[in-house]
């Protein structure tokens, strides 16, 4: 007994934060529809106010209230008012990417604004951390354990208070149910809903201040790590109980800490422990499984506002054409196929010159990669070269995300996983036993796929935030106990990955590898196109729509995922072979979870729906990161603060950027026509040419 007390004791601590972390996930997400993962980004924005505080000099008392009561709330009341409250009845995709841009973008925009991470030990909130107070038994209490519990329990006495005896926390537990039945009963739902956020990023604020002393030093890592374990608590309380969130996350800290007393030394007790949240969320989300806060009164909501709106999907040539999405085709989805820019009604296809006036972004993307071509085989310097040569492999990581985000709605977390074990494969078969680094790509490539049913299998029945956490949960099992195994991942010694040769011709020098990589990115998007212009992708337009309605026209929905899973997850392993080989090794921290939050964001806010969508979201994001090198180290994170910046826009651009600015030059064309259409006309000139639009005549009708 006194040795379970020994090894629980120690997790104590852990507990109580990753308990105040899961309690406030559950209030955000009841108060406000929305699950907040920026929610460790707050924690991390606190901790760093505070021990930067205690650096310029301040008491400890002083710095834990302006980081906990100031900053907290007013990052809280910014979250709320500028974002969350506006995409409460969204679309998962539209709620989810902002909180990943923020989760990547607060803590780099908190460090430009310090300007570096203290390297003080940060303090306990009280008394000395290392001191030993008490004894329980023979297990000593330092005042690191006596702070966070104390601190713990007070606030947990407080929400019980608040919740129970006082008018507001009554107001906050009608808001919770129904905001429009709260309405009707004379109560600002909106200002209920805005101290709910109050108080969570008090909770946060909290959390941070009380975790910092657990670690060396302030790191955005540890505070994202305790994001993961928050989730896994916030499920065990089913996304609704505020005590058994509670509950959860206590018994997940203490658990941990009894994992690593009790289990022998090695790569699998080493990996378990952190790797406990991906076993909870695998066992808890199916019961949870795609439950959401919902309202009784939700349908006397008019859909008119934009972030309602399903995110657009995959754009086939035949939806393209026809300027319809693929929702409009939905119910000749089982049994027609698309046909590469030919109208649906039968008509003959598009001239080449109309089609290109009426898809600008196209033109501009094709006249954009002919002169990227030329200029990378001619006279870009070396560095730029390499830069260019990322984006392509990125590229083909994107890709996957098109597949399987853009054309089936389904959310992954854990594309980097993939990536990373597709690399892993290619460079062991190659070093290890001599194959050619190309077979070792594709054989990385099916690796890659094998896994992505692994994966799919135990969450057919998941869909949206649950898929989306239960995917993240496994790229955090796949960090700790399969990448770091020495015939995977080798751990931080990583894995050489050579560059490729065919016979006499080698692909060792930067040029011959780009044009290796644009033969592989060609035979990605090929893919993508067949897929998504095929019988497969109008399966996966229904799907997307409704799985009850197209299991009921005989599709099969479960066939259809796991293939397409498959196909992604394949597609990322490429892609991380070809990086891996461009960089000569590759590390597992190289394509770790958080790698994985970034490539969904940044793919979303450029524009997951299309080919040309995730290949200018490759090169935007590797020439951007190339550009940054140039810029002071303060400015590191500049990168992840842009899209951040830019994840913000997207609840209300949810087609990406570059569907926005091709819809913005397509109207600007279609007007220029119209007038010269119309002064052609004005002056007895030829008529509109045929396949144009159909202009009014003066005087008459259209």
Excluded at 164 to 189: K, N, Y
Excluded at 254 to 260: D, E, R, V
Excluded at 280 to 301: E, K, M, N, Q, Y
Excluded at 630 to 652: D, E, H, I, N, Q
Aim: proline content about 6%.
């Amino acid at each position: 007994m006194s040795q379970l007390l020994s090894f629980a004791l120690p997790g104590v601590p852990y507990g109580c934060v990753f308990a105040l972390m899961a309690v406030g996930l559950v209030l955000t997400y009841k108060a406000s529809g929305v699950f907040n993962l920026a929610f460790g980004a707050q924690a991390f924005v606190s901790a760093l106010t505070y021990v930067s505080l205690i650096d310029g000099g301040w008491p400890r008392w002083a710095a834990a209230v302006i980081a906990v009561l100031v900053i907290g709330p007013v990052v809280g009341i910014l979250l709320d008012r500028l974002l969350f409250r506006r995409i409460r009845t969204a679309s998962p995709l539209v709620t989810l990417v902002p909180s990943l841009g923020l989760l990547v973008a607060l803590p780099q925009v908190a460090i430009m604004v310090v300007g570096s991470i203290p390297v003080i030990p940060p303090p306990a909130l009280v008394g000395n951390a290392q001191r030993v107070y008490l004894h329980l038994g023979s297990v000593p209490v330092s005042g690191l354990e006596l702070s966070v519990t104390g601190a713990t329990l007070v606030v947990v006495a407080g929400l019980v208070a608040l919740f129970r005896f006082t008018p507001v926390g009554l107001e906050m537990r009608a808001v919770v149910e129904s905001p429009r039945l709260t309405e009707l009963a004379g109560i600002d739902s909106s200002r209920i809903g805005l101290a709910a956020w109050i108080l969570s990023s008090v909770l946060a604020g909290l959390a941070g201040v009380l975790l910092a002393p657990l670690y060396a030093q302030v790191d955005p890592q540890n505070f994202t790590v305790l994001l993961v374990w928050g989730i896994a608590g916030a499920v065990i309380g089913r996304f609704t109980s505020l005590p058994l969130a509670l509950v959860g996350g206590l018994a997940l800290g203490i658990g941990q800490q009894i994992l690593a007393g009790y289990l022998p030394p090695g790569v699998v007790a080493n990996g378990l422990r952190p790797s406990l949240p991906f076993f909870v969320l695998l066992i808890f989300l199916p019961l949870v499984g795609t439950s959401r806060a919902t309202d009784p009164l939700a349908g006397c909501d008019p859909p008119t506002s934009a972030v309602e709106r399903a995110v657009s999907g995959y754009r086939s040539g035949a939806t393209a054409a026809a300027g319809g999405s693929w929702e409009s085709l939905a119910g000749g989805a089982v049994t027609s196929v698309g046909v590469w820019h030919r109208r649906l009604d039968g008509a003959a296809p598009t001239p080449l010159a109309d089609r290109f006036t009426r898809r600008p972004t196209a033109t501009l993307a094709l006249v954009v990669g002919v002169v990227a071509v030329i200029s990378a085989l001619t006279w870009v310097p070396p560095d730029w070269l390499f830069t260019m040569n990322q984006a392509l492999a990125v590229s083909i990581i994107f890709l996957s995300l098109t597949l399987l985000t853009g054309m089936s709605g389904l959310i992954s977390l854990c594309q980097a996983t993939f990536a990373g074990l597709g690399g892993f494969v290619a460079g062991q078969l190659a070093v290890h036993f001599g194959l050619p680094v190309m077979i070792g790509v594709i054989a990385g490539g099916l690796l890659a796929a094998l896994l992505g049913v692994v994966v799919a299998i135990p969450t057919l029945r998941l869909a949206g935030l649950s898929l989306a956490l239960a995917t993240l949960a496994f790229a955090l099992l796949a960090d700790n106990i399969l990448f770091p195994v020495s015939w995977v991942g080798n751990g931080a010694g990583g894995v050489t990955v050579p560059r490729p040769s065919a016979g006499p011709i080698s692909f060792a020098a930067a040029k011959p590898f780009f044009l290796l990589s644009l033969v592989v990115l060609g035979g990605a998007a090929l893919v993508v196109k067949l897929v998504g212009d095929g019988t497969m992708g109008r399966y996966l337009a229904a799907v997307r729509g409704s799985e009850l309605a197209s299991s009921s026209v005989g599709i099969d929905v479960t066939r259809l995922r796991v293939l397409v899973f498959a196909i992604s997850a394949g597609l990322a392993g490429v892609g991380g072979a070809m990086s891996g080989s461009l960089e000569g090794s590759l590390s597992p921290d190289a394509y770790g979870y958080q790698v994985s939050i970034v490539l969904l964001a940044v793919v979303a806010i450029v524009g997951i729906g299309s080919i040309s969508g995730a290949i200018v979201a490759g090169v935007v994001y590797e020439v951007l990161q190339q550009a940054v090198t140039t810029l002071p180290a303060r400015f590191a994170g500049l990168v992840a603060v842009l899209f951040g910046l830019a994840a913000l826009s997207y609840t209300r651009h949810p087609e990406g950027f570059l569907d926005v600015l091709g819809g913005r030059a397509e109207r600007v064309i279609e007007r220029a026509r119209n007038r010269r259409a119309t002064a052609r006309q004005g002056s007895g000139s030829v008529p509109p040419p045929t396949g144009g639009p159909v202009v009014a005549q003066a005087g008459g009708m259209s």
